[in-house]
């Protein structure tokens, strides 16, 4: 059963616990990514084959293999896709920037705003389909401008990539689709071989190689960011249903062992329900096994003495979900300021988020969202400054140039712009 926690009977750090992975895999990473770099290709079919029990004819689906995988899908999933498609397009379109140019006394200082070229996505296959993590990340990219979208996921026994996700993929305007996963993948994108492109930024949650080979090649290519397991965090007043608290609470403890959901309220009646109803709950889960592991291992319910208290502990533990289950919601949303995604009121509930509603689901966690943001259009994006000055004013800024550079210790600096004057 979840742990019920008072105050003084927890530690902070302990509360969404951060590393859970027990493992060291940055070596097994490095190996993988010096392999495929040296190796290309038949590198990563030997690793199709060893890690995921497959071996593809070709690394690429052709334009025919996925249309012949998306008629698999019913019109009602397509649809319900496309729909969801447009909710996250209308979203992130509000998103887009324009560059600026500032004109005064002979200077003319500009940004632009210009999409990154090629992006490479990870999509993670295994233990199940994400078609809607393919909206989330390939959508902004799209409304963003970028010129291609090269999409890497794991292949199944059969060789292919589930049609759902292939689908997701065709509506969201992804460029190629390769059938590679893991540390491997990464490594592809980041260094090139002969089949896949080598691309300028790698998005995409995966497991800890995954996450880990993104941390290694950052540098050689742009990453969104170093994704941890899924976290939710639901406050809950007196007055909240157990019955709903708990599955929302399992709706993100099925996705992942090392997942945590934590309840923090302030009725020590609803904390035992909500627990009596984890467990009940559990008994006809689909993925009871991976979701009771988190719940027991990881999940736990706070209690404290106000809501006010629990947003202050919400505040300091940044979850990547916060779930505002209460009945004056808004009155406390304004008091939020640390959390990926908010989701306000009794009548939203995280899944919300996840699949329709618009907003990315691609998330900062591990107490990130201190300084991170939720994955949008500006990932997809770089910025240029432009400088010109007038031969006056340039006359104007040359000893002041001069007196800093020389500040410095860098009389090169100096003279470089004190020459145009002598």
């Known amino acids: 059963m979840i742990r019920i926690l008072r105050k003084g009977e927890y530690e902070l750090e302990d509360v969404l616990i951060r590393d859970r992975s027990g493992r060291d895999v940055s070596k097994v990473v490095e190996e993988i990514l010096f392999s ?32 012949e995988a998306i008629k698999e899908v019913s019109d009602e999933v397509k649809e319900t896709l496309q729909e969801a498609a447009d909710r996250i ?62 999409m890497v996921s794991p292949p199944t026994a059969g060789g292919t990539i589930s049609p759902v996700i292939l689908a997701a993929a065709r509506i969201a305007g992804v460029d190629r689709v390769f059938r590679i996963g893991g540390a491997q993948a990464v490594a592809a994108l980041a260094y090139g071989t002969k089949s896949v492109p080598k691309v300028d930024k790698i998005v995409g949650p995966g497991n800890a190689y995954v996450a880990e080979a993104k941390k290694q090649v950052f540098g050689q290519v742009g990453i969104d960011l170093i994704a941890g397991p899924s976290e ?3 406050v809950a007043d007196e007055g909240s249903d157990a019955r709903i608290v708990a599955a929302d609470m399992l709706s993100q403890a099925e996705h992942d062992k090392m997942a945590t959901a934590v309840l923090i309220t302030d009725s020590e009646a609803v904390a035992k329900a909500v627990a009596r109803e984890i467990d009940k709950q559990l008994e006809v889960l689909p993925r009871r ?3 009771e592991e988190s719940v027991n291992v990881n999940g736990k319910i ?12 919400a505040n300091k533990l940044a979850p990547e979900h916060l779930e505002l289950y209460l009945d004056d919601a808004e ?30 689901h691609t998330l900062p966690t591990a107490g990130t969202a201190r300084f991170a943001s939720p994955l949008s259009v500006d990932d997809f994006t770089k910025k240029m400054s432009f400088t010109y000055y007038t031969e006056e004013a340039l006359s104007y800024a040359k000893d002041k140039v001069a007196l800093l550079a020389r500040q410095e210790g860098l009389e090169g600096h100096a003279r470089s712009i004190l020459s145009r004057f002598e």
Not at 52 to 63: I, M, N, Q, S, V
Not at 121 to 146: D, Q, R
Not at 302 to 313: K, N, S, Y
Request: glycine letters at 10%; a negative charge.
């Open 36 to 67: 495929v770099k040296m190796g290309g290709d038949p590198t990563l079919l030997n690793y199709c084959e060893t890690l995921d029990g497959a071996r593809p004819e070709r690394l690429e689906l052709t334009a025919e293999e996925i249309d």
């Open 89 to 150: 397009a209308a979203y992130h379109r509000e998103q887009l920037k324009e560059g600026y140019t500032i004109e005064a006394n002979g200077v003319t200082l500009k940004q632009r705003v210009l999409p990154i070229e090629k992006v490479g996505i990870y999509i993670p296959g295994g233990t199940a389909a994400y078609p809607s993590t393919v909206l989330m990340n390939a959508v902004p990219a799209k409304i963003a401008g970028v010129k291609e979208i090269v």
């Open 232 to 234: 939710i965090l639901v």
């Open 289 to 291: 096994e991976i979701a």
């Open 302 to 313: 706070i209690i404290t003495d106000t809501p006010d208290e629990a947003i202050e502990l």
């Open 331 to 360: 009155k406390y949303a304004d008091k939020v300021v640390n959390a990926g995604s908010v989701f306000v009121g009794k009548n939203c509930p995280e899944a919300l988020g996840d699949y329709f509603a618009g907003p990315n």
